[in-house]
């Protein structure tokens, strides 16, 4: 006889389980044992999902220290008196790659189609949304809220993950002025490398005089 299901399983790990119903958090253990029908075991393989991904999907911010890690790089586009675009690129850890790598190359040819980068945007990407994209813009100390992405890509270099993707800013500068890009995670379940003026390049029509520094964690272009 089948066991009723009293539970949906939302994440399982070896290290952590969340254990949700009706969309809301009925336990969260370490190390703990979820015993599963027979039925359930079979499929347990298609929830067996790498942590920060449910995470990410279902905002839930249960972790106070990082357990991803990500190399960036930003491509600033400016144009006359403008600041067009930022062009973000994020390199995983070994560890996170292997898991998306593994879950999204249907094919194993160890580079992502059209279709499978389409599937990743939906399902490891689209929801950070809801954090902001960890990405944070203040041009001559006004915030400018990153409401959406475009261009989105994913692909695999060696055996780390890579996303691409560009938030369109349209804002424009003034002499005298300056741009701060804080790349960051607030639930602290990512964390990013330490930020460094080489990881920035300004495309286009670099305004004369321009550097860039690190400040508070900050990029910052002055102009």
């Not at 879950?103 to 980068?117: C, L, M, S, T, V």
């Not at 890509?153 to 055996?159: D, R």
């Not at 639930?187 to 390049?201: D, H, L, M």
Request: hydrophobic residues 40%; aromatic residues 14%; proline residues 4%.
């Amino acid at each position: 006889m089948t066991a009723k299901r009293h539970f949906s399983v939302k994440f399982y790990s070896i290290e952590n389980a969340v254990l949700l119903k009706d969309g809301k958090i009925l336990r969260f253990n370490h190390s703990c044992k979820i015993f599963l029908s027979v039925k359930w075991r079979c499929r347990l393989k298609q929830f067996r999902m790498i942590a920060v991904l449910l995470i990410l999907l279902n905002s839930y911010p249960l972790f106070s220290h990082p357990h991803v890690f990500i190399d960036n790089q930003l491509k600033v586009k400016m144009t006359t008196g403008k600041v067009q675009e930022v062009r973000i690129i994020w390199m995983f850890d070994a560890f996170f790659s292997s898991n998306i790598i593994m879950q999204f190359d249907r094919n194993r040819n160890k580079r992502f189609e059209p279709g499978e980068i389409e599937s990743v945007r939906q399902g490891a990407f689209q929801n950070l949304k809801n954090f902001n994209y960890f990405t944070f813009i203040e041009i001559n100390g006004q915030n400018r809220k990153v409401q959406s992405v475009r261009d989105f890509s994913a692909s695999i270099s060696g055996n780390r993950l890579i996303y691409e993707f560009t938030v369109v800013v349209n804002a424009p500068v003034r002499p005298g002025g300056k741009i701060s890009i804080w790349i960051f995670d607030p639930t602290n379940y990512v964390a990013f490398g330490e930020p460094k003026a080489a990881q920035v390049t300004i495309m286009g029509k670099k305004p004369a005089g321009s550097k860039i520094s690190i400040i508070n964690n900050k990029y910052v272009i002055s102009y």
